[in-house]
């Protein structure tokens, strides 16, 4: 079916590509994790982690309880890490089979107490800690004082160890990441003298898994690359964008010099010139950063820049080159014109685009 008008289609066979592209990177035992947060980085939680459960991914993980809850009114069967769990949501956590991950002492405190309330009996939670991205996490100092209490705890049970890597794309920084990778190390030799049972440890994002096979342990955790980008050139050769967004132009106008374009007349015409009106908006996720020449959209193969500021439902671009008329398609962003190369030009990120995209957009899958 050809689809047209305004809309964010998705290619399952890319994801699937690109899936199974980043597992075989790892050794067969090494178990992965997606990333489906954020409304799986704007592409479709459900579509997404559905086509990810047929693909055989051995985990999810989502940022908060709520969309662990969607997942699980959707089929998804597979085990859920939560991210960021709160407090007011930890008994929803137990009641719908969500691991939570454990990111500070008073956090552990709090989930043990609702797991023996629950009655529960080796609870499986994952403990993250701090060793350099200084986000959330664990301290070091707190080491023992977290081992003491699930030592003798049984309404829980430790199902893994993770911290998070501060700067695993950048070859300049290759040494903090070793400073980081050497402290996860003590602080899993600490638990191994505890806990004699197996426990997956974790720390590799995208680019952890790409740069840094010593540090896939067993388990890595992908999100933006299972989505086509690998925050390097060289390892962007291997993965396809899945997404591509796409809409039209509503209407072709002409002004003179001196004229200006969109609000607060911050765009004035020094000679006569062409734009076009697209349907889109920060309304959609397109931001007002990507304002002022700071995006371009393609239009018959040619790049248009933007024009003053986006408004919430169009934007203006320059066609004073190009041959265009209303009803033809644009496109902002695909396999060609990535949306790092669209996030480029706005000194953002391919993630920062993609978790924009708002639910009003039409996504179809194919």
Known sequence: MQHTGTRLEIDLSALAHNYQYLKSLLQPETLFLSVIKANAYGHGIVPVAQKLQELGTDYFAVAYVEEGVELRDNGITKPILV???????????????????????????????????????SYPIHIE??????????????????????????????RGLQTHLAASEDAAENDFTQTQLALFKEISDNFKKHFKYPIIHHTSNTS??????????????????????GNDPEQDKHLIPVASLYSVISQVRSIEAGESVSYNRT???TE??????????????????Y?????????????????????????????????????DEVKLFGKIHTASDFAEKANTISYELLTHMQHRLQRFYV
């Open 291 to 327: 304002g002022h020449g700071h995006g371009a959209v393609m239009i018959h193969g040619k790049l248009a820049y933007t024009l003053g500021i986006i408004c919430m439902d169009m934007f203006m671009v320059d066609v004073s080159l190009i041959d265009c008329k209303a009803g």
């Open 208 to 229: 952890g898994a790409l740069n840094f096979k010593e540090a896939h342990y067993n388990m890595v955790r992908c999100g933006i690359g299972l989505y086509g980008y």
């Open 129 to 158: 800690f701090n060793t350099g991205l200084n986000r959330i996490g664990i301290d070091p100092e707190e080491l023992e004082q977290t081992i003491a209490l699930i030592k003798d705890n049984n309404a829980l049970k430790i």
């Open 272 to 289: 006569p010139m062409k734009y076009a009106v697209i349907a889109l908006g920060h309304g959609d996720g397109i931001a007002r950063i």
């Open 83 to 121: 991210l960021h769990p709160q407090k007011h949501t930890l008994e929803t956590c137990i009641d719908r089979c969500l691991e939570p991950v454990i990111y500070s002492f008073p956090l552990l405190v709090a989930f043990s107490a609702f797991a023996k309330a629950k009655n529960q009996q």
């Open 267 to 269: 765009f004035l015409a």
